[in-house]
């Protein structure tokens, strides 16, 4: 089965700094690969999506970006972090086939200060 | 564009308790429906998934049923426990749209209590 490792789990930045959140898939290959926000009491919001190395489609305009240097490498950046990027950002896999199912890492509980 | 919406917001049950917690879609051209649980501060561990010509899935206690037609699942959880507590998510996969996103509901938060 799929395991996905997301690193830190909790991380406090000052405003204006750089951010870069990881995400590692072992057990698949070629997988898909998300990166999503969930704000507090709202639901989960798909930032970036990647179905190969190199490739990363944007869903929101905003301060982040993501790359995927390697196949089960996912990370997510930000040259300088505003107030507004806090929340709780998850990694998932899949679905690759239309009939299978999404994983999701632990995730990371990113605070602006 | 799809919508997904899940009622109640939140839930609370004593414990022994059958209970079903629903999911509407907006738009029925979905290929699948994938549930999922949340634990405070955790991510997400996938419950069952069902496939557009499945009508249910169980798994243990869990049993989710699907109508595409009338654009609804459920999720029905036999004698709950204080370990079921949790915020529950409903997911569904598009039939358009590239990249095999999932457009998720905003949850049911379930406190079971003893």
């Known amino acids: 089965s799929q395991t996905i490792h997301q690193w830190p789990a909790t991380l406090v930045q000052p405003v204006g700094s750089p951010l870069s959140l990881e995400c590692t898939v072992e057990?698949?290959?070629?997988?898909?690969l998300y990166w999503y926000r969930q704000a507090a009491g709202r639901g989960l919001q798909l930032l970036f999506y990647?179905?190969?190395?190199?490739?990363i489609s944007s869903e929101v305009p905003q301060n982040l970006s993501a790359s995927r240097p390697q196949d089960r490498q996912f990370i997510l950046s930000s040259k300088k972090l505003l107030l507004s990027d806090s929340g709780f950002y998850l990694c998932?896999?899949?679905?690759?086939?239309?009939?299978?199912?999404?994983?999701f890492g632990q995730g990371t509980r990113l605070t602006v200060v | 564009k799809q919508e997904v919406t899940q009622i109640p917001a939140a839930l609370s049950v004593p414990e022994g308790e059958n209970l079903v917690l629903n999911c509407s879609f907006t738009?029925?051209?979905?290929?699948?429906l994938q549930w999922f649980r949340q634990d405070p501060g955790k991510g997400l561990t996938s419950l069952l998934l069902?496939?557009?010509?499945?009508r249910e899935q169980t798994s243990g206690r869990l049993n989710a049923s699907l109508d595409k037609s009338s654009g609804r699942s459920t999720l029905y959880i036999a004698a709950s426990q204080p370990g079921d507590s949790a915020t529950y998510l409903c997911?569904?996969?598009?039939?358009?749209?590239?990249?095999?996103?999932?457009?998720f509901g905003t949850g049911t938060q379930l406190k079971v209590e003893l």
């Open positions: 998932a896999t899949g679905p690759v086939g239309f009939y299978t199912e999404a994983f």
């Open positions: 057990g698949t290959s070629n997988p898909n």
């Open positions: 990647s179905v190969g190395i190199g490739q």
């Open positions: 738009d029925s051209a979905i290929y699948n």
């Open positions: 069902i496939q557009s010509s499945q």
């Open positions: 997911a569904v996969k598009g039939l358009t749209g590239g990249g095999n996103k999932l457009t």
